[in-house]
């Protein structure tokens, strides 16, 4: 958030309180613990993130933050969950890309992301490494598009499920390189990988966080990061674009949001104290360690970050034809 958007923000909260005093439960908050609901089952990088982050920011608040973890539907469980939720500030959401933006572009969902919620604060966002098994005759992005399209539908390309953005991803690699690959859609990441390392599938696309092991390991062929810029976990890894797929950008991306019509001095609290989190060396060096390039940012950068990315994977979906099931 620029100055000027701060100043106008201090403003508009000064001039509130004079016309319209601020509510006592806005004034003492947080006066009880906070719940952060995550839509992914423990061990995952959300819940990591949720848990640094929740940690740190509770710390600094003087109140336990408690991450509760409510995985099913693709995210959309524990969306919903929140959206029904008291705009008091107790109940938050830890969504990304995929819970908040992808969903609601490929299937019919019980909430509306922009109007359901109120954006809080934008944490950073993490790139996938395309990786292939070792036996690929590939060692570059190059040679990997010559050799899809030498062979079109003969290569096989794993993602960590339907419609995941690791599906999205793959789909948009082969309509920006004009490729065909079969998808082969997993239960989770953790099978995608294994399966990969045991050449049963060739090609894939996986949070980097999960790929960089398996490629020091020379498991896996780690050949490019999604992100529009080298990501620092593994900086001499080309980017798709650097590596000769123009353009080509597919990221998820880390945001906190509560109700809709949580108050606007709540939200400032909450984005001032996440600002200070991020901004510890100790926090960052953890998320970086998880893949995250830290973006932090207020919650007009976190509504800009569902808009695009809802419009993005829409059109896309619309354009290969992407179901759900």
Do not use: C
């Amino acid at each position: 958030m620029g100055a000027t958007k701060k100043v106008t923000l201090a403003l508009f909260i000064a001039a509130g309180s004079i016309v319209s005093p601020t509510p006592v439960a806005a004034q003492n908050y947080p006066a009880k613990p906070i719940r952060i609901i995550v839509p992914f089952p423990p061990g995952g990088a959300t819940d990591v993130v949720a848990r640094i982050v929740g940690a740190k920011v509770g710390e600094s608040l003087g109140q336990t933050v408690i991450v509760d973890n409510r995985p099913g539907a693709s995210g959309a469980i524990a969306t919903e969950s929140v959206s029904k939720s008291p705009a008091d500030g107790y109940t938050l959401l830890l969504a990304t890309a995929s819970t908040h933006a992808i969903n609601p572009a490929v299937s019919k969902v019980p909430f509306d992301p922009v109007a359901d919620f109120t954006s809080v604060g934008l944490i950073g966002s993490a790139p996938l490494g395309l990786v292939v098994h070792p036996s690929v005759p590939a060692k570059s992005v190059a040679e990997l598009v010559a050799l899809a399209r030498r062979s079109p539908g003969k290569l096989n390309m794993a993602s960590f499920g339907n419609a995941t953005i690791s599906h999205l991803a793959g789909e948009l690699f082969q309509s920006m390189t004009n490729t065909s690959m079969v998808h082969v859609p997993y239960k989770g990441g953790a099978p995608a990988m294994t399966d990969l390392i045991g050449g049963h599938v060739s090609v894939y696309l996986d949070t980097l966080s999960n790929t960089l092991e398996p490629a020091k390991a020379k498991r896996v062929h780690l050949l490019a990061v999604t992100g529009s810029k080298r990501s620092p976990a593994a900086p001499n890894v080309p980017t798709m674009s650097e590596a000769g797929v123009p353009g080509y950008e597919a990221v998820t991306w880390f945001g906190v949001f509560g109700p809709t019509k949580l108050p606007s001095e709540v939200v400032t609290r909450l984005n001032v104290e996440l600002a200070k989190t991020l901004s510890v060396p100790e926090v960052a060096q953890k998320l970086a360690s998880q893949g995250v390039d830290l973006t932090p940012g207020g919650p007009g950068l976190l509504d800009e970050a569902v808009k695009r990315d809802y419009t993005k994977w829409a059109q896309l979906v619309r354009q290969r034809g992407i179901k759900i099931d």
